[in-house]
């Protein structure tokens, strides 16, 4: 005999337990299915393990794709301040970390996750995971969901919470249940992940953070800007600005273009000034070795890097370098090119592009547009966001104003 609830959640990340919470406070019977055999396994990995909830820089214009504005009802209705009173009222204590405006739990307190799930319980709402829904189809004006080795679960609303990549360890990807409820999404693509270049020398340089300005060219056509830390590693480069113009690579090279990283390591700095800072070094050190002299502006691993490139002989004194190699030096320091060969795909990404079209769901409440009774929240949406806490805020918004918005 078949299980029957009022809502049932697909997906116990951040977004379906939210929307659960919200559902059962309004005395509504509410089972979330989780098809990995943790909850919010996917949440503990973002932030290159910060795990925050949300961003004090939070803003619609951090948010991307043609229809960015879509999460503005959502973030408006649950901004920071009434973010934060929440999980007060769940007792986390949330801080802004030091860097990147991350708004995170402290250490010592208890764990979101854990949080949300007493606060689903408490409120009478059930979650059960290693339960993969493989198909979900329409029962007169509900749903029924079909999973392995139990009779299926009937439902009169339904909240799809699902979609975005799922580690291998966590269980796998979820089946595409999209199109059994009337919508398509679009492709997907790996976004916020390390980024890998045709180059061998920036490998060399594993280990060293900097801050840069990075942008992504498809020929002259700029894909994406982003300024903030980058983080060399023997695979590929990482970090906040990498993040950020990381959701542009696989779609451009799946469209069939040769992408270009250009790295400027003097953000903030005009080309001139830069000019003028490395004359006035190497002016005040003519007999000391390049090496030395050029670690007064970058760092020194980076600075042999270059002078290598620009054909330096080792222990070269600063009055033995020629002019057009002091200009391929600057060069170097403010628009370094690199030759952009891909990401490291799913495995690593802590989000995705592609989803379902938020065009088809109502931003006031999440409802689908074209399937009655069911809702749409999270990274099943077609969202895309800069790095450090803002999918997290829009998927926590998203689920909240989907779970007070379920009639009942």
Same mark, same amino acid.
């Given at each position: ?50 795990? !925050?909830?949300? /961003? ?48 995170? !739990? ?37 749903? *029924? ?118 790295? /400027? ?10 000019? *003028? ?49 002091? *200009? ?21 990404? *802590? ?58």
């Amino acid at each position: 005999m078949s299980e029957s609830k009022d809502v049932v959640v697909i997906g116990a990340g951040l977004s379906g337990l939210m929307g659960a919470i919200e559902s059962a406070r309004r005395g509504l019977s509410v089972l979330v299915l989780e098809g990995a055999p943790q909850i919010g396994a996917r949440y503990c990995y973002t932030g290159m393990g910060a795990a !925050p909830v949300s /961003n004090v820089g939070m803003a619609v214009d951090r948010f991307h794709g043609r229809n960015a504005r879509f999460v503005d009802d959502a973030i408006s209705a649950f901004a920071l301040p009434e973010l934060r009173d929440w999980f007060h009222r769940e007792d986390v204590a949330l801080q802004d970390a030091p860097y990147y405006g991350l708004v995170q !739990p402290v250490e010592s307190g208890p764990s979101v996750v854990a949080a949300l799930l007493h606060a689903l319980t408490e409120a009478g709402g059930e979650v059960e995971t290693d339960a993969r829904v493989h198909n979900v189809v329409r029962a007169g004006n509900g749903f *029924e969901c079909a999973l392995a080795d139990r009779p299926p679960i009937r439902s009169s609303r339904l909240i799809l919470a699902t979609g975005a990549p799922n580690l291998p360890q966590l269980g796998g990807e979820y089946p595409d249940l999209a199109a059994a409820l009337g919508h398509t999404p679009g492709p997907r693509f790996p976004a916020l992940v390390p980024v890998t270049v045709a180059e061998a020398w920036p490998r060399t340089l594993a280990g060293l953070w900097m801050d840069v300005d990075l942008r992504l060219y498809s020929g002259r056509h700029t894909l994406a800007e982003s300024t903030g830390s980058m983080l060399f590693t023997s695979g590929a480069l990482t970090g906040e600005a990498v993040f950020n113009i990381s959701r542009e690579v696989e779609p451009g090279l799946a469209r069939g273009e040769e992408l270009e990283l250009a790295v /400027n390591f003097h953000p903030g700095m005009e080309r001139d000034d830069v000019r *003028e800072w490395l004359r006035r070094v190497f002016g005040e050190r003519t007999r000391e070795h390049s090496d030395t002299a050029l670690d007064f502006i970058v760092p020194r691993r980076l600075g042999e890097a270059m002078l290598e490139h620009q054909k330096v002989k080792p222990g070269a004194r600063v009055m033995q370098l020629s002019e057009s190699q002091r *200009e391929g030096l600057l060069r170097e320091m403010t628009d370094t090119r690199l030759c952009v060969t891909g990401t490291l795909g799913m495995r690593a990404a *802590e989000s995705a592009t592609g989803g379902i079209n938020v065009r088809e769901v109502d931003p006031r409440s999440f409802a689908s547009k074209l399937t009655p009774g069911l809702y749409v929240v999270g990274r099943a949406l077609d969202v895309s966001a800069d790095w450090g806490g803002f999918e997290q805020h829009f998927a926590l918004a998203s689920g909240r104003l989907a779970g007070i918005s379920l009639p009942q």
